[in-house]
């Protein structure tokens, strides 16, 4: 005759056994399980060992690690109505992770479509010089309002990088042709300036010089040591204005003196 009472055992002890068994779980120190209790947000728990009721309870893990996410490349129109296509990384962590189970589907999804929204309204508001020179700047207006954003999210966004700017071909050649009339113009500023400069200092030396005419006699001989020791097949020797005008004068004819009847 069958025993109905050790067969009912015999069922009942592995049963239990398996819901035991499976109502253990163990999160590691980055993670946390958000329980719900019969549908209803219990707490959160973790890291360690978490018991868990089959059945009554349901257990999501969150990963609180900062998650590093790839913007994909972005058609942005400039304030100077310049179009470029921008690539950006954003790096975020969940904070409160009930928050990022309960107030959105799917917190990586999100995150991501709201940096690309961002990072158009954002770059489309400056001019294409402020986005190659400033680009610091901006990325912290879109690390900012992405950062207020997801705030409602359990989502921290610590860091927004502006990765690449491409311009077209056009566009590439026309900032080459800027920058080089922008070098050729401090160039000769630059040599206005040297110019200026000669030129005020040759006027204090012609000033010096002419308070003594002995110091002009020195420079002379100093300028002609000089050229004595180049290795030039032609040697120019200036000469004084006084003395080649006294050269180039004519003399004037002395009249015979008048015979005597």
Do not use: C
Not at 95 to 101: G, H, M
Request: glycine share 4%; hydrophobic share 45%.
């Amino acid at each position: 005759m069958f025993d109905f009472n050790l067969g009912l055992g015999t069922v009942l002890v592995p049963v239990v056994l398996i819901l035991l068994a499976s109502s253990f779980r163990i999160l590691r120190e980055y993670e946390r399980g958000v329980v719900f209790q019969l549908g209803r947000f219990w707490r959160v728990k973790g890291p360690g060992l978490v018991l868990v009721i089959p059945g009554l309870q349901q257990m999501v893990r969150v990963d609180l690690r900062v998650v590093t996410m790839d913007v994909e490349p972005q058609d942005v129109i400039s304030r100077d109505n310049v179009s470029v296509k921008v690539n950006a990384v954003v790096f975020f962590r969940v904070v409160a992770a009930d928050k990022a189970i309960i107030q959105v589907e799917n917190y990586l999804m999100a995150t991501s479509q709201l940096a690309q929204t961002t990072l158009r309204v954002v770059l489309g508001k400056h001019e294409l010089d402020e986005m190659l020179a400033e680009r610091e700047r901006l990325n912290l207006d879109v690390q900012q309002i992405l950062d207020a954003q997801t705030g409602a999210w359990g989502i921290k966004v610590t860091n927004v990088e502006i990765k690449h700017i491409d311009l077209n071909e056009s566009m590439v050649r026309a900032i080459a042709r800027q920058a080089e009339a922008e070098r050729e113009r401090r160039a000769k500023v630059i040599h206005a300036e040297g110019e200026k400069q000669a030129a005020v200092s040759l006027l204090e030396a012609a000033r010096m010089l002419a308070q003594q005419p002995e110091a002009m006699q020195l420079r002379y001989l100093q300028t002609m040591t000089q050229v004595a020791g180049d290795r030039a097949s032609t040697i120019v020797f200036p000469l004084p204005m006084d003395l080649l005008g006294r050269m180039l004068q004519t003399p004037q004819p002395t009249s015979p003196p008048a015979q005597r009847e």
